[in-house]
């Protein structure tokens, strides 16, 4: 069909179009965009976290397909499309989440076991042995950890009655939730794909970074076997088409041809498509990701050593990822815990109340810190108290805090990868905090931009999918599309910046070592 | 001295013993207590329970005081809270308009400019946010001058400034601007303040309709306008994006 085909939608130009799945972790999204990357419809839908026990969070993965097949199907009505309209159809996920399933019935074994789950906790430091949490640093270029998927699937075999036996005969099958949604699009029992691509099999601590497959040595001590495994592909290729079921009647035939885990979905929206472009999304956690080209870099300061993307038989593109726990989740304690503002916006005008900090640091270390540090036996501080020290002050501690826990990760990217940062790309929902997004450039001492589509992570798997089919032709075509909403340029004295840097590591010092016997 | 109007002394007489001890009464308790007979009492409260200063407990059929009279004291919605609403939408104005949006709030006598999205070239553009813009010659100043009370009499207390040739200082024809930018829901600026520079904008009304802020398209006047007509696509885009802002206020729970 021609690309002047008419999708009778006036306001948001003609077809063709890029549909997007977002399989997140509270809920499935599906957004349709158009050719400039323009949002056109979205449906979205929550799903059930169930908490079986303290520190144990599960999803229904089957609730999760179905609710994944109503948002498809509701926004391409809402965008008044038929399959014509649409190229193609991409994923984009929840990452680490592990499901198993029956390989005849399509049905999971057991409840899939989410990223936050820290039930594998005792496994991994088993798992680690005279070596240490790096034991498989070198390969896989994580720490042993509870997020990652291959352990939670060793869980899974040891915990489920007959499993273990089921998967040896061939019988069960793995995947991370783009591989399960892959799989029931393209057919389910009925010849569906059963394949992951590289970002999402990175953060299984099976696949080897060097060689992009999975490293049977590693599956082997962790307890996976390797027959259960889906194909690693790469991000941006057609694994196959809608097929089967309501979404067969409806979209049947239309290339499935992208899955990124989210945060490197979120680098490809933001069209991070260059060796030391760094994109920073910030929600209740915050996570920054730097392209590192085709470099694998081994990190020394606690970062992540991952795989930002491959587009179909380029060569994969490598990045470093830091993490932050706490950044919108203070401004939330503020506002639930301490009922200091009403709203998460009214933090701003709290804090623009006053001048500065008033000799204030929060460090919100509240469940340990994270990186560059590592130290599970940190608890928050609120540093540096005087009688002077008003609300508004302790508003703009918080604040900086996002900015300097920033500041760390940025710090300790270019340590890794002697790579400066010049500029910041920015998403989520922090970033209409004004405030925030001015003392981030300060602080950071770079530039600060915000891209017009706030839907970066929808938009990346759109990317991917829409490169894969053609829709796109390159890169370049979609850096053409991306669009500067802000820019918040440094303006703070790098004397002052300096001294205020050193007051907030003193405060980040005084939060380690809080808790006694932490083992 | 004028008589005082008795309901409404009975009104307020209701609304201080619902405010004091114990908050849920029932309609009899209200009625010996004011020493009214009940249907009088009854009356008034249903006129009370219409506007939103007294509610009514659907279990034990007791009233208590409305949420809609907390609010009469808070009224103030927070500039950064109407920004983080307005995002979404400002953004894809700017993107379907092509031209930088902004987003005002009356502060003074002037617009501060609480949010600014650029203009989607590669151009480069500084952050006007925290900027004041003059409320008698750009379009966001006449929508806030048009429907808030009192941002119309900063402006015409203000003295009126002529940046331009066209701009408008005289009071009555002022006026008359206004009186057409209600009747038609937007307000325009062709080089009014800046020499080769156009604005159209709409209010943002929040959910009990009361102006809180404006929001539009700044370019070049070649550009907003064709054959010496503001194009009306840009105008309807402003207003749907303005629409969209006030109902995603109106869909805040207090």
Same mark, same amino acid.
């Given at each position: 069909m021609t690309d002047d085909h008419s999708a009778g939608i006036a306001s948001h130009g003609h077809g063709p179009f890029i549909a997007a799945i977002d399989q997140g972790t509270t809920s499935s999204r599906c957004i349709v965009f158009d050719r400039d990357g323009r949002i056109v419809a979205v449906d979205q839908k929550e799903h059930e976290q169930i908490f079986p026990k303290p520190g144990w969070v599960e999803h229904d993965a089957a609730e999760i397909w179905t609710n994944v097949q109503e948002v498809v199907a509701g926004a391409i009505e809402k965008a008044g499309i038929t399959r014509d309209d649409i190229k193609a159809i991409g994923i984009t996920n929840q990452r680490e989440t592990t499901v198993l399933w029956d390989r005849h019935t399509g049905e999971p074994v057991h409840n899939a076991i989410v990223w936050? %789950? =820290?039930?594998t906790d005792a496994l991994c430091r088993e798992l680690g042995r005279n070596v240490g949490q790096d034991r498989f640093r070198r390969e896989t270029g994580l720490p042993l950890a509870s997020y990652f998927a291959g352990p939670k699937a060793r869980w899974l075999l040891d915990n489920v009655e007959g499993l273990k036996e089921r998967a040896e005969a061939g019988d069960i099958l793995f995947g991370t939730m783009d591989t399960w949604v892959i799989w029931n699009l393209t057919g389910g029992t009925d010849g569906g794909r059963h394949v992951t691509d590289v970002t999402n099999a990175s953060? =299984? $601590?099976? $696949?080897n970074l060097h060689t992009m497959r999975w490293d049977e040595r590693i599956a082997e001590s962790i307890g996976v076997p390797t027959a259960m495994l889906p194909e690693i592909r790469s991000s941006a290729e057609v694994y196959g088409e809608i097929k089967g079921g309501g979404l067969g009647d409806l979209l049947g035939g239309i290339p499935v041809a992208s899955a990124l885990g989210d945060q490197q979905a979120a680098l490809f929206g933001q069209t991070c498509f260059a060796e030391g472009e760094t994109k920073s999304t910030y929600g209740t956690g915050t996570f920054m990701v730097m392209n590192t080209g085709d470099k694998i870099i081994n990190s020394y300061s606690g970062l992540l050593t991952t795989v930002g993307y491959q587009i179909g038989d380029q060569k994969p593109v490598y990045a470093l990822e830091g993490s932050i726990a706490v950044t919108g989740a203070l401004v939330q304690w503020m506002r639930d815990q301490m009922g200091l503002i009403s709203t998460a916006a009214e933090i701003e005008t709290l804090a623009l *109340?006053?001048? %500065?900090? !008033?000799g204030a640091y929060f460090v919100p270390a509240f469940s340990g810190l994270f990186a560059p540090y590592w130290r599970s036996d940190a608890r928050g501080v609120i540093a540096g108290l005087t009688r002077y020290v008003t609300k508004a002050h302790i508003a703009r501690a918080v604040l900086e805090a996002t900015a300097w826990q920033t500041r760390e990760i940025a710090d300790a990217m270019t340590k890794d990868s002697g790579v400066e940062l010049t500029a910041l790309k920015v998403d989520g !929902? $922090? =970033? *209409?905090n004004n405030l925030l997004m001015q003392t981030l450039a300060d602080f950071v001492d770079a530039p600060v931009v915000r891209p017009m589509v706030a839907e970066t992570t929808c938009l990346g798997a759109a990317y991917a999918a829409g490169l894969a089919v053609g829709f796109w032709n390159n890169t370049d075509d979609l850096r053409a599309n991306w669009r500067r909403a802000a820019e918040w340029t440094p303006h703070m004295d790098a004397e002052i910046r300096d001294r205020e840097y050193k007051s907030w590591l003193k405060a980040v010092e005084r939060t380690m070592g809080w808790l006694e016997d932490e083992d | 001295m004028t008589r005082n109007i008795q309901s409404l002394e009975r009104a307020a007489a209701m609304l201080r013993l619902l405010a004091g001890g114990e908050r849920r009464l029932g309609l009899s308790d209200i009625a010996s207590s004011l020493d009214l007979a009940k249907g009088t009492a009854h009356g008034i409260l249903r006129t009370l329970q219409q506007v939103g200063f007294v509610e009514q407990d659907e279990a034990s059929g007791r009233y208590q005081l409305g949420a809609e009279l907390l609010r009469l004291g808070t009224t103030y919605l927070d500039v950064h809270e109407l920004r983080a609403r307005a995002l979404v939408w400002t953004d894809d104005l700017a993107r379907s308009s092509g031209e930088s949006v902004y987003l005002g709030v009356l502060h003074q006598q002037g617009v501060l400019i609480v949010h600014h999205v650029f203009r989607p070239d590669d151009s480069r553009q500084v952050l006007e946010v925290g900027a004041m813009q003059p409320l008698h010659s750009t379009a966001l100043g006449k929508v806030l001058a048009a429907y808030d009370p009192v941002a119309h009499s900063e402006a015409l207390e203000a003295g009126r400034t002529a940046f331009t040739g066209r701009t408008v200082c005289d009071a009555d024809t002022f006026e008359r601007i206004l009186d057409v930018t209600r009747a038609r829901g937007y307000a325009a600026d062709v080089e009014e303040t800046w020499e080769g520079v156009a604005s159209i904008a709409a209010p943002v009304h929040d959910r009990r309709r009361m102006p809180v802020g404006a929001v539009g398209v700044t370019g070049a006047v070649e550009r907003l306008r064709q054959d010496g007509e503001l194009r009306p696509e840009l105008i309807a885009a402003v207003r749907d994006c303005a629409r969209a802002v006030s109902r995603d206020l109106g869909a805040r729970r207090f």
């Amino acid at each position: 069909m021609t690309d002047d085909h008419s999708a009778g939608i006036a306001s948001h130009g003609h077809g063709p179009f890029i549909a997007a799945i977002d399989q997140g972790t509270t809920s499935s999204r599906c957004i349709v965009f158009d050719r400039d990357g323009r949002i056109v419809a979205v449906d979205q839908k929550e799903h059930e976290q169930i908490f079986p026990k303290p520190g144990w969070v599960e999803h229904d993965a089957a609730e999760i397909w179905t609710n994944v097949q109503e948002v498809v199907a509701g926004a391409i009505e809402k965008a008044g499309i038929t399959r014509d309209d649409i190229k193609a159809i991409g994923i984009t996920n929840q990452r680490e989440t592990t499901v198993l399933w029956d390989r005849h019935t399509g049905e999971p074994v057991h409840n899939a076991i989410v990223w936050q %789950d =820290t039930r594998t906790d005792a496994l991994c430091r088993e798992l680690g042995r005279n070596v240490g949490q790096d034991r498989f640093r070198r390969e896989t270029g994580l720490p042993l950890a509870s997020y990652f998927a291959g352990p939670k699937a060793r869980w899974l075999l040891d915990n489920v009655e007959g499993l273990k036996e089921r998967a040896e005969a061939g019988d069960i099958l793995f995947g991370t939730m783009d591989t399960w949604v892959i799989w029931n699009l393209t057919g389910g029992t009925d010849g569906g794909r059963h394949v992951t691509d590289v970002t999402n099999a990175s953060r =299984t $601590m099976l $696949m080897n970074l060097h060689t992009m497959r999975w490293d049977e040595r590693i599956a082997e001590s962790i307890g996976v076997p390797t027959a259960m495994l889906p194909e690693i592909r790469s991000s941006a290729e057609v694994y196959g088409e809608i097929k089967g079921g309501g979404l067969g009647d409806l979209l049947g035939g239309i290339p499935v041809a992208s899955a990124l885990g989210d945060q490197q979905a979120a680098l490809f929206g933001q069209t991070c498509f260059a060796e030391g472009e760094t994109k920073s999304t910030y929600g209740t956690g915050t996570f920054m990701v730097m392209n590192t080209g085709d470099k694998i870099i081994n990190s020394y300061s606690g970062l992540l050593t991952t795989v930002g993307y491959q587009i179909g038989d380029q060569k994969p593109v490598y990045a470093l990822e830091g993490s932050i726990a706490v950044t919108g989740a203070l401004v939330q304690w503020m506002r639930d815990q301490m009922g200091l503002i009403s709203t998460a916006a009214e933090i701003e005008t709290l804090a623009l *109340s006053v001048e %500065d900090n !008033g000799g204030a640091y929060f460090v919100p270390a509240f469940s340990g810190l994270f990186a560059p540090y590592w130290r599970s036996d940190a608890r928050g501080v609120i540093a540096g108290l005087t009688r002077y020290v008003t609300k508004a002050h302790i508003a703009r501690a918080v604040l900086e805090a996002t900015a300097w826990q920033t500041r760390e990760i940025a710090d300790a990217m270019t340590k890794d990868s002697g790579v400066e940062l010049t500029a910041l790309k920015v998403d989520g !929902g $922090m =970033t *209409s905090n004004n405030l925030l997004m001015q003392t981030l450039a300060d602080f950071v001492d770079a530039p600060v931009v915000r891209p017009m589509v706030a839907e970066t992570t929808c938009l990346g798997a759109a990317y991917a999918a829409g490169l894969a089919v053609g829709f796109w032709n390159n890169t370049d075509d979609l850096r053409a599309n991306w669009r500067r909403a802000a820019e918040w340029t440094p303006h703070m004295d790098a004397e002052i910046r300096d001294r205020e840097y050193k007051s907030w590591l003193k405060a980040v010092e005084r939060t380690m070592g809080w808790l006694e016997d932490e083992d | 001295m004028t008589r005082n109007i008795q309901s409404l002394e009975r009104a307020a007489a209701m609304l201080r013993l619902l405010a004091g001890g114990e908050r849920r009464l029932g309609l009899s308790d209200i009625a010996s207590s004011l020493d009214l007979a009940k249907g009088t009492a009854h009356g008034i409260l249903r006129t009370l329970q219409q506007v939103g200063f007294v509610e009514q407990d659907e279990a034990s059929g007791r009233y208590q005081l409305g949420a809609e009279l907390l609010r009469l004291g808070t009224t103030y919605l927070d500039v950064h809270e109407l920004r983080a609403r307005a995002l979404v939408w400002t953004d894809d104005l700017a993107r379907s308009s092509g031209e930088s949006v902004y987003l005002g709030v009356l502060h003074q006598q002037g617009v501060l400019i609480v949010h600014h999205v650029f203009r989607p070239d590669d151009s480069r553009q500084v952050l006007e946010v925290g900027a004041m813009q003059p409320l008698h010659s750009t379009a966001l100043g006449k929508v806030l001058a048009a429907y808030d009370p009192v941002a119309h009499s900063e402006a015409l207390e203000a003295g009126r400034t002529a940046f331009t040739g066209r701009t408008v200082c005289d009071a009555d024809t002022f006026e008359r601007i206004l009186d057409v930018t209600r009747a038609r829901g937007y307000a325009a600026d062709v080089e009014e303040t800046w020499e080769g520079v156009a604005s159209i904008a709409a209010p943002v009304h929040d959910r009990r309709r009361m102006p809180v802020g404006a929001v539009g398209v700044t370019g070049a006047v070649e550009r907003l306008r064709q054959d010496g007509e503001l194009r009306p696509e840009l105008i309807a885009a402003v207003r749907d994006c303005a629409r969209a802002v006030s109902r995603d206020l109106g869909a805040r729970r207090f």
